[in-house]
């Protein structure tokens, strides 16, 4: 009897060893390949230099030690992006080499900029330490929910603004930022022409519109007419005659026509009221801010009124007598779209120094609405 215990005694022990080290075994290839499977985190960023670029990548970690990130995908996110990076590739790239790429990419195409945007929700500013670029890299943590936000707020899209003089001299583009205004350019000039305006799509300007878009203005014009010059040609003395005497030989009728032509009547063609005028301070200067567009078809648009721009038709009164006036028209009044309201809005019209100029008499507008009194055709 105390052989079979001792028997069974040593099965159960032997029994128990086998799966205790299987146990040990089991435990240690689990162990093994829980320390060799890593964790891989999701994180995103923007990179900013005028194109906007979304990147989302991916950084695996064992333990304590983490690889370098790498770019799984990317967005281009603004129209500048799409043109300049609309050829290349950047998935299963490193982080840091992905930006540098297109750090030189834009440089190549003459993108100007001081400094690189850099958005992520991914807080490790150490990892860029060796990067060329670090010196001008902006690095701004977020949370990974307030990321896109952020970047919609702070982010503004940047357009370009081109100016085609039509034949005139060149004014140069301008690049505004989303949501603000174009500045009035200079005015260009064309020999034998009038500048009217600037137009988008065969319509005036308002250089109050924000901007939302690439924007091409196209220059409008109006031919100037020539003046009659008979009136400064020289009388050639005859044969025979010197002509320090010829006037003794000019008839009385000769003489009677030149002293008609020393002025003569003045006519539609000798100037062009259409156009843009620019206010005039009381100082003197100049504000672009603020105009008055009186167009070809008889509408008038003013943007010089404490209460908004204002619109609507104007009239012309013209000189009863052109023969005693310096200019045919007289007054411009302006009114309302359906020809009313024209009661105290009138305006003189008048020519100083080559320039044309439209003049409150009260100086100013009688219902204090006009912040100036006088606008100086541009």
């Known amino acids: 009897m105390k052989k079979i215990n001792k028997k069974i005694i040593f099965i159960v ?5 086998v799966i205790a080290l299987a146990l040990f075994i089991t435990l240690n290839i689990f162990n093994k ?19 906007l670029v979304k990147l989302s990548f991916s950084v695996s970690c064992k333990e304590d030690k983490c690889d370098n990130p790498v770019v799984d995908d990317y967005v281009l996110v603004n129209d500048k992006a799409k043109d300049i990076f609309n050829e290349i590739d950047v998935k299963n790239k490193e982080l840091s080499d992905v930006l540098s790429l297109l750090v030189d990419i834009a440089k190549d195409k003459n993108v100007s900029f001081e400094k690189i945007d850099y958005y992520t929700d991914w807080n490790n500013k150490k990892y860029w ?50 949501g603000s205004k174009v500045s009035v350019p200079p005015t260009p000039t064309k020999d034998g022409y009038k500048f009217i305006e600037w137009q988008l799509d065969g319509k005036v300007y308002d250089f109050n519109l924000l901007v939302t878009k690439n924007l091409v203005l196209k220059a409008k014009w109006e031919q100037v007419a020539e003046e009659n010059n008979s009136s400064s040609q020289n009388v050639q003395p005859s044969k025979g005659q010197s002509s320090n005497n010829s006037h003794s030989t000019n008839t009385p009728s000769q003489n009677n026509n030149q002293s008609q032509n020393t002025k003569p009547p003045v006519t539609t063609t000798k100037y062009n009221y259409v156009g843009r005028y620019i206010s005039l301070r009381f100082d003197s200067t100049l504000d672009p801010e603020h105009y008055m567009l009186l167009n070809a078809d ?81």
Do not use: R, W
């Open 13 to 17: 022990i032997t029994v128990a060893l």
């Open 129 to 178: 330490k060796d990067n060329e670029y670090f010196d001008i890299l902006n690095i701004v943590i977020t949370s990974k929910k307030d990321l896109d936000k952020y970047v919609k707020e702070h982010v503004k899209n940047k357009y370009e603004v081109s100016f085609d003089s039509d034949g005139g001299s060149a004014v140069s583009a301008q690049t505004v930022e989303e």
């Open 298 to 378: 008889g509408t008038y648009f003013i943007n010089g009124t404490n209460y908004g721009p204002a619109s609507g038709i104007y009239k012309i009164s013209t000189c009863s007598n052109p023969a005693s006036c310096d200019v045919l028209v007289k007054f411009i009044t302006i009114c309302e779209k359906d020809g009313s309201g024209c009661d105290s809005h009138t305006f003189s019209f008048k020519i100083e120094n080559g320039k044309y100029i439209i003049s409150h008499p009260t100086a100013g507008h009688p219902d204090g609405s006009m912040s100036y009194a006088d606008f100086v055709k541009q």
């Open 33 to 51: 390949n829980k320390e060799e499977t890593p964790v891989v985190n999701q994180y995103n960023a923007y990179i900013n230099i005028d194109a």
